[in-house]
Each structure stands twice: as C-alpha cells, then as structure tokens.
C-alpha cells in the first residue's frame, strides 16, 4: 500500500480547534483547507467512500463563520467524518454497495445537531459493506489497513471513521456500533471508541443493520472529546421507537471494577497481546475497588448474535436486495445474510427467552459493580490472514464485543498501549445502560485526562474521583 504509518497520529482536539478558531491563530477556513490538504494527500487509502470537494469545504467553512453568534457554538468549525450507512441531505448513502446507494433527503437528526451546533461536515467514511462484519476488508472499495501498518487489517465495520481519527485528519467521526463495529476498529487503531447506551443518540437516518440493536458511536483522540459531542448529540427523539433519555452524569463515587478470573479470557493463542492486558490489569487493580466477575453470562449471550436468529433482522432491511441483486452483494456478505433465511418464528422466541435469562443473570452482576473491563480484541489479524477465513477471524474479533447490545451495555474502547512487538492494545470498558458517565469517568482516568462533573450552573465543579 505505501502507507506504513506504525501508530495512530492525532491531530488537534476539538478544544485545541475552538480555542484556536476563538483566539484568532486558525478559523474554521484555515481549518478546512488544513483537513482537505490532509485528505488529500493519502490519496484512495480506503478511509473515505467521497468527501466534500475543496472549493465546497471552504465555502461551508466560510457559511459557519458568518452565522450570527457562531464562535459560541459548541462545535465552531470542528471538521467531522460520518460512516456511510448515516443519510446526509444531497450526499450519496452506499453502505459500501454502488448499486444499492441513494441519495438522502434528509440528514439524520443525530448529524444535524452536529451541523446546529456549528460542526463542519467533511465526508463519508468507508465501512464493511451493510455493517456486517468487523475487519474491514469486505468492502468492494479500496480495503484499508491499520495505522500500526504490518498489513494489519483496519477492523470494521467503522473502519473509515476510526481512520480518520488516528490520521488526524478529523478529531472525531460518527460511527456505528451493532456488535462491536465502532470498539474494534478503534482498537486497532490505537483511538477511543465510545458506543453509547442504546437509543440515548438517535439511529433515525441510519440504514439498518440490526434495527433493535444499532446504535451511533463515536471515534475520538480522547475523551474529552468525546464528551463535547455526546452532549452534542445526545437527546430523546421521538421518530426513534428505542429513544431514550441519557442518564445520570457520574457524582463523584469510587468506581467499582469488574475484572473475569484470567482463566476466563481468551487471546487465541496471541501471547504478547495476553501479556498486554494482564499487565494493564495489574495496574489497574491498585488503582481501583475490583469485584471478580465471570465472564461466562456475556459470552452466553454473544453467542446468540450470529449463531441465532438475529443474523435474521438483518434480512428486513436488506432481504428484497438479497432477492432482486444477489451479485451486488459481496460473497461473504451475502452468504451471511442468506444464513438468516433458515431460522424459524420458534428459533426466534426460543432465543428471546434465552437472552431474557441471560438479562436477569447479568442484571443481579451490576449489583455488585460499575464497570466491567475487558480486552476489547484478544488478538490481531492481517488482511490476508482474515481473507482466508473470514467468518473465523470476524467471530475472534467479536469475542468480547458481540454481547454488549444484546445485553443492552454501553461500551468504551480505551487505547491503553502497545504489545511488545508494537501492536494496538486497547481496554474495554462495559456499564448497564444509562450510566454512560460513569464508564466515561473511568477511561478519562486511563488516559490521565483531568474531567469534571456537568453540574447546573447553581452548583459548584468538581473534579471526579476515580
């Protein structure tokens, strides 16, 4: 490929690009021409499917600039990535598959609160075609691979979005997330990825993959980040039947970890990546309350994912393109989707009453902790390596990722080091739905990062303590 680039490269963060659009060093048109130029200059790396046109971005950049009020928008002039499976008005959706694009007509709510709060649209991003898979190499585009170079695969299906932040050339992308596809790319590009509680961001605009499971991710350098947005693009929307409030902001507690017994990871053989985490862990545990927790409940249920009748759903949105333009679809994809044509109405609610026991085990663990922590991969693959077996390695790289929706679980992707022969090593971090704030805590803590609790303005900050 030429683009060895052996680690991620994070370019400025949203604040670092606010305060230099409010003091007068940058402005969102500097900022455009710098991000077009980055873009660029890599060429078809397979990061963006299209992106807005150079004359195009600096005359959006010049419209933010002469809104009345705008350098007290949340996000002025803040260059951004969306997947394409995410409707921008006037701008093509493709999914990665050129003969099932249209072109939207509306934005999606979640793209637009960006776009209110003063946001610069750059482009669409490259994903695993229909969102299906997590390495990023089913795409019929150019395949991208990892910035930690070694022909590493990019993992998906937000390959493009997690790209384009460990590039530097946006400092956040929006993502999705079924079944890990906005954790594992992020861990193999050395960046956070945050997928939120499901529903707290609007999937209105999304092209389905698992409607009852989707949700909209975020890719970011840190989590400071990650936090400006969230508040962003957080918020009830009743056009989406899986709406649902955000819930409460972290007050400050100790944070409990979760930690599974060593014997109930699993690193497929990959020592230096085992060595990795259990040295992670180490530290972690002189840091924080640990609470051992197994593992065996979560796994239970990711089983269900792709080895039960959800791989179905997806056919509600993609079964009559399955029928009418099987060539269109790529091969793994589409024997993927015609797997879902042989489970019945009884397989379906057999594997309901199954998730619900799985839901009550799980519901009495968080009793007894916050956060549960995990590897977020237990080990890496080449391009060539997942081309010769593609379901295999796209279920390794799904081990710890595909029960979080199901289970209904927000999850962080927290970039924690290198292994020893310089590959990604990234922690994940899982909460019950609706404490968003609190896991979020717990990364700022990882990387170090200084954060304070949103109060209303008739209290007083505070710093969080871990």
């Known amino acids: 490929m030429g683009f060895e680039v052996h680690g991620p490269s994070i370019g400025p ?7 230099s659009h409010a003091g007068g060093t940058g402005s969102p048109s500097k900022t455009a021409a710098r991000v077009a130029d980055a873009i660029a200059a890599r060429g078809d790396d397979g990061t963006w499917l299209s992106t807005v046109a150079r004359e195009d971005l600096l005359a959006a950049a010049a419209d933010i600039e002469s809104r009345p009020g705008a350098r007290m928008l949340p996000l002025y002039g803040v260059p951004f990535g969306v997947k394409d499976s995410i409707d921008v008005a006037g701008v093509p959706t493709t999914l990665s598959c050129p003969d099932y694009s249209y072109v939207a007509e509306r934005t999606a709510p979640a793209v637009q609160r960006l776009l209110d709060a003063g ?20 795409t019929p585009y150019t395949v991208p691979r990892s910035v930690y170079g070694g022909e590493m695969i990019s993992g998906g299906s937000s390959s493009g979005s997690a790209l384009a932040v460990a590039l530097g050339q946006v400092p956040f992308a929006v993502a999705t997330d079924t079944a890990g596809s906005g954790r594992v790319p992020a861990a193999l590009n050395g960046v956070v990825g945050f997928k939120p509680s499901r529903g707290v961001i609007s999937t ?21 980040d990650i936090d400006t947005v969230f508040d962003v693009m957080s918020g009830r929307d009743d056009d989406d039947p899986w709406s649902r409030a955000r819930g409460a902001r972290h007050d400050g507690h100790p944070i409990r970890v979760g930690l599974p017994p060593v014997d109930d990871l699993e690193f497929f053989g990959d020592d230096a990546m085992r060595a990795a985490h259990l040295s992670f862990r180490e530290q972690l545990s002189r840091q924080v309350s640990v609470v051992e927790v197994s593992l065996e409940p979560f796994l239970a249920a990711g089983e269900l994912l792709y080895q039960g009748p959800w791989v179905a759903e997806r056919l509600v949105e993609f079964g009559d393109f399955l029928a009418s333009h099987p060539d269109s679809i790529h091969p793994v994809v589409r024997d993927i989707f015609r797997g879902g044509l042989d489970y019945t109405a009884v397989d379906a609610f057999a594997a309901l009453q199954r998730l619900a026991e799985l839901k009550a085990h799980v519901a009495r663990v968080w009793q007894t902790m916050d956060v549960l922590v995990l590897p977020t991969i237990g080990t890496t693959f080449t391009v060539e390596q997942v081309l010769a077996r593609p379901i295999e390695a796209n279920t390794v790289l799904g081990h710890y990722t595909h029960f979080g929706n199901l289970l209904d679980l927000l999850g962080i992707a927290v970039p924690v ?12 971090l899982l909460g019950n739905a609706g404490s968003d704030d609190t896991a979020l805590a717990l990364a700022a803590h990882l990387l170090d990062e200084p954060r304070t609790v949103a109060q209303p303005p008739s209290t ?3 710093k969080e303590q871990v």
Do not use: W
């Not at 946001?119 to 089913?138: E, I, P, S």
């Not at 999304?206 to 409607?211: M, N, R, Y």
């Not at 080091?417 to 994940?428: E, L, N, Q």
């Open 204 to 224: 209105v605009g999304l092209v389905p993959a698992c409607k009852s499971l989707d949700c909209i991710s975020l890719m970011a350098g840190c989590i400071a």
């Open 13 to 19: 963060s949203v604040a670092e690009i606010l305060a």
């Open 460 to 462: 007083t900050r505070h």
């Open 119 to 138: 946001a610069l649209y750059v482009g669409k991003t490259n994903l695993d075609q229909f969102a299906t898979g997590l390495n990023g190499t089913r």
């Open 417 to 428: 080091g290198t292994t020893t022969d310089g590959r990604p090593h990234s922690a994940m």
